[in-house]
Each structure stands twice: as structure tokens, then as C-alpha cells.
Nanobody, 126 residues
Framework: QVQLVQSGGGAVQAGGSLRLSCAAS????????MGWFRQAPEKEREFVARISWDGSFTDYSDSVKGRFTISRDNGKNTVYLQMNSLKPDDAAVYYC???????????????????WGQGTQVTVSS
């Protein structure tokens, strides 16, 4: 089982930037694909970005493509989500997730992930 602890987030004005971090513990975390999801009030959880176990593959939702960057440092067991040019529509609780199926490229489907971070609030004011 992988444990995930998130940090970062907060409040920013539209056009600003934030970086989210997700520190993972567990001996096998470097073999796991990781993803970021978000959930706004009264909306379903939606896919934001994913990264393969080795960082060679990344994928983004259309709504964040070109503005957000997912990366990982397996030496630190940490995954990052750099968010630039933030918009009010980006406001949500953001969650990182790990997929226990080893050596995969991840998934845009939240149901494919086994471990979740505690969530972190991102607020964007216009």
C-alpha cells in the first residue's frame, strides 16, 4: 500500500501559479504511475494529469493542457503538479493518486487508482 501526503495549494489570483507536491511512501512507489485529479463543489472528480512510473509519459486533460505540468522525482518519491496561468475554473480540491499496477502509464479513470492523497484546496480569484 502506498501512502500519499500532499502539500502546496492555497489561494492565488487568476493568471498566477501554484505548485502541488505529493510525497509517497512505500517500497514500490517508484513502480507506480501517478495521477492528479480535482473536484469542485457539486461536481464529479475529474482527471487532470497522469505520469508513467518512470516519467517518460505524461497526459493532460484538455482543460489544463499547456498550463499545467506533471513531473516526478523518484529519488524523492514525490510527484509535482506545476499550475500556471490559473483560472477561476481551476478552483477545486486537488488529489494525487497512485496506481498499484506496476510499470504502467497510468490512467485518466479515477477508479484505476488505489491510493489517494488527502486533498488540497486551490482557490483562484478573478
Amino acid at each position: 500500500q502506498v501512502q500519499l501526503v500532499q502539500s502546496g495549494g492555497g489561494a492565488v489570483q487568476a493568471g498566477g501559479s501554484l505548485r502541488l507536491s505529493c510525497a509517497a511512501s512505500g517500497r514500490t512507489v517508484s513502480r507506480c504511475a501517478m495521477g492528479w485529479f480535482r473536484q469542485a463543489p457539486e461536481k464529479e472528480r475529474e482527471f487532470v494529469a497522469r505520469i508513467s512510473w518512470d516519467g517518460s509519459f505524461t497526459d493532460y486533460s484538455d482543460s489544463v493542457k499547456g498550463r499545467f505540468t506533471i513531473s516526478r522525482d523518484n529519488g524523492k518519491n514525490t510527484v509535482y503538479l506545476q499550475m500556471n496561468s490559473l483560472k477561476p475554473d481551476d478552483a477545486a480540491v486537488y488529489y494525487c493518486a497512485a496506481r498499484s499496477r506496476y510499470y504502467s502509464s497510468g490512467s485518466a479513470n479515477a477508479a484505476d487508482y488505489d491510493s489517494w492523497g488527502q486533498g488540497t484546496q486551490v482557490t483562484v480569484s478573478s
